[in-house]
C-alpha cells in the first residue's frame, strides 16, 4: 500500500508499505484524507526529534475496516476521525479525565508498519499519511457519514489543538480579550474557538496581510501584520495571548502583551532545546503563561462536540481545506504548505 515515510534524509511516497492487522482493543482503519500539520514537516526539519524510519501524518479520517477483540464503539463501516492520543484510560490522569497527561500517550512509538522485513515507526500513534493505519480504539471516534472526510480529517489535530485551547485550557470566557500571534491551521482555530466561547475583542496578527480575510472570516474581529499596534487596540493588554508560531522572541511578546490576570498560552512548537525569556516582574499580577498539549482534549467527547458544531454550522472546517493533493502529489502540498499558500493542505487516498 501505499504511504509517505521519512528515513532520516528524504520523504517519499512509497508503495510497498505494510501494516499488521488489528490485535485487541485496536481498530484497523482505511484512511480517506489526511491533513498536513507544520508538526510533520517539524519531524522532517528536525524540531521534532523522532526515530526513522517513519510513516508521517497523525490528522486523518477514515472509514474503520476491522476491529480486534473487545472493541465495541466503532464497527466495520464506520466513519471515523482519528486522534494522536493512544491513552490507557486506566490511570489516575485517564480517570480524571486528562488523556493528554496519560503517560501511555507520550513518547511511546509503535512499529506497526513494514517495508519488506523492516519494521517502521508509526508517528504520534498515528501515521495518517498511509492508505490504512492501526491504532488504539480510544483513538477512532465515529462521526456522522454526513460530514466529508476531508473536513473531518482536520478536527483529529488542528481543531482538537486551536479550540480545545481556548475551550479546555484558557477557559476564554464572554467578554474577554484575545489575541492570536499566527494564523494558520492552529491559530484560526484558536479564533474560532474565541468566537464560540464570546469574546468581545480578538485580534489576530500575522505578517502576511493576505491572511486578514481567512482570518476574519473565523472571528477575527482586528488584524495586525505586527504585535506593535495591540496596545492601541487593548490598552492595558489582553485577557488571553496565543502564541502559535513557535518562535521565542513571539512568545516574548505574548507575555509583555497581557493584561493583569492574562494568559500567554504557548501552541507553537519551537525547536526542542529552544528557550525564552520574560521579566520575572511582569509576571506579579496574577499573569500566567500556560504550556497545552493537544488542546487539554478529551477526544471521544470533544471531536464528537465539533462534528456536531459543523453540522450546525458553527464551526468551520471546509474553509480550512483550502488544497486536496493525491497522495502522490506530497512534495507539492509540502511546498505550498511551508509558503504558506493554504490554511490547511489535505492529502487524499
Sequence with gaps: MRGVVFDGK???VVDDLAVRAPGPGEVLVAVAAAGLCHSDLSVVDGTIPFPVPVVLGHEGAGVVEAVGAGVTHVAPGDHVALSTLANCGTCAECDRGRPTMCRQAIGRPGKPFTRG???VHQFAANSAFAERTVVKAVQAVRIPADIPLTSAALIGCGVLTGVGAVLNRARVDRGDSVVVIGTGGIGLNVLQGA?????????AVDANPAKETVARQFGATEFLTSTEGVRDLLPTGADHVFECVGRVELIRQAVDLLDRRGQAILLGVPPATAEASFLVSSLYLDKSILGCRYGS??????IALYAELYRQGRLLLDELVTAAY?????EKARADAEAGRVARAVLTF
Excluded: I, K, N, T
Design 195 to 203: 468566537r464560540l466561547a464570546g469574546a468581545l475583542a480578538v485580534v
Design 117 to 119: 522485513a523492516d519494521p
Design 297 to 302: 482534549s478529551r477526544p471521544q467527547r470533544d
Design 10 to 12: 528524504q520523504v517519499r
Design 326 to 330: 493525491p497522495v502522490e502529489d506530497f
